[in-house]
């Protein structure tokens, strides 16, 4: 029985080592089978944006001054009609955004949900007013930093120009009283790096 007992220990042992030995012997197959090779001195550079404005196609700037928008009718007739021109001097496509990046003077306290900035696009090809598009003061107060999107054009493609045509309006409840003014309102336009191939 004791000779018996040895000899399960002593095929048990061996069969350790055979294992032991197998995955040895794998381990060492599997490094000498390896092989590698590498890309070397990569890089990393951006694409470069630019996007400057002018009032009238010449002179272009990283701001300009703004208008004075007057003869606004609360409810029905929005103010006279003025323009700007983006040209995105980058090498790649920009989406459009807007917002407001200062705090309006408002000493007639009117509801600046009811105040909107309407930006039409104008082809220079067909010299013809595309689909306006009505934001309102508040909301580009609340989307300073990020801006809201601009619907056209989408994106704006490099080395190319898109002109706007801008006004005010306000609904008929944005105020009480006998008038109303608001000022330093400064319009931020942003171009978000965008790419136009999938």
């Known amino acids: 029985m004791f000779r018996q007992s040895q000899k399960i220990k002593g095929y048990k042992k061996s069969a350790a080592t055979l294992a032991a030995l197998i995955l040895l012997v794998g381990g060492v197959a599997f490094a000498l089978l390896q092989s590698q090779t590498k890309l070397t001195g990569n890089s990393i550079s951006t694409v470069s944006t630019g996007l400057l404005i002018s009032q009238n196609d010449s002179n272009y700037g990283p701001t300009t001054a703004g208008y004075n928008f007057s003869g606004v009718i ?9 323009h700007f021109v983006l040209k995105n001097t980058g090498s790649t496509a920009l989406a459009l955004k807007l917002g407001v990046t200062s705090m309006p003077a408002n000493p007639s306290n009117i509801d600046l949900n009811k105040v909107h900035v309407i930006l039409t696009p104008y082809s220079t090809t067909t010299f013809m007013p595309g689909t306006p598009q009505s934001f309102s003061l508040q909301s580009l107060m609340d989307s300073a930093d990020s801006g809201v999107a601009i619907d056209y054009p989408d994106p704006l493609a490099a080395s190319t120009k898109e002109e706007f045509n801008i006004q005010m309006s306000m609904d008929a409840d944005a105020v009480s009283g006998s008038s109303a003014s608001l000022s330093n ?3 931020g336009l942003i171009g978000v790096a965008t790419s136009t191939t999938p």
């Open 74 to 82: 609360p409810g029905a007739q929005p103010s006279q009609t003025e």
């Open 185 to 187: 309102i400064d319009l």
